[in-house]
Nanobody, 122 residues
Framework: QVQLMESGGGLVQPGDSLRLSCEAS????????MGWFRQAPGKEREFVAA????????DYSNSVKGRFTISRDNAKNTMYLQMNSLKPEDTAVYYC???????????????WGQGTQVTVSS
């Protein structure tokens, strides 16, 4: 059974940084694309970033490009999202997910974590 577990969320002030982690188990982690999505109250789940099995050519949404960095450590079965210069509009529940293909569409991802709350507020 595939399990994904996010951690690292919290309450921070605008301009602060956070690093989210996503630990995977139950499948050969290094064979799959991984992605981060987020969902704010009353809004649809949106793509944040994705990374290939090799870690090359990461993809970012325009809203986070230049501020967030996605990475993965296949030896640790863990993916990360370094979030810098956080803004109030980054407030959301952040989810990690795994997919057999590289995509920005949530439907392309077959396993999801439970999510971790990120709140950016002064």
């Amino acid at each position: 059974q595939v399990q994904l577990m996010e951690s690292g969320g919290g309450l921070v002030q605008p301009g602060d940084s956070l690093r989210l982690s996503c630990e995977a188990s139950g499948r050969t982690f290094s064979n799959y694309y991984m992605g981060w999505f987020r969902q704010a109250p009353g809004k649809e789940r949106e793509f944040v970033a994705a990374i290939s099995w090799s870690g090359h050519s990461p993809d970012y949404s325009n809203s986070v490009k230049g501020r967030f960095t996605i990475s993965r450590d296949n030896a640790k079965n863990t993916m990360y999202l370094q979030m810098n210069s956080l803004k109030p509009e980054d407030t959301a529940v952040y989810y990690c997910a795994t997919s057999g293909i590289g995509s920005r569409r949530p439907r392309a991802y077959d396993y999801w974590g439970q999510g971790t709350q990120v709140t950016v507020s002064s």
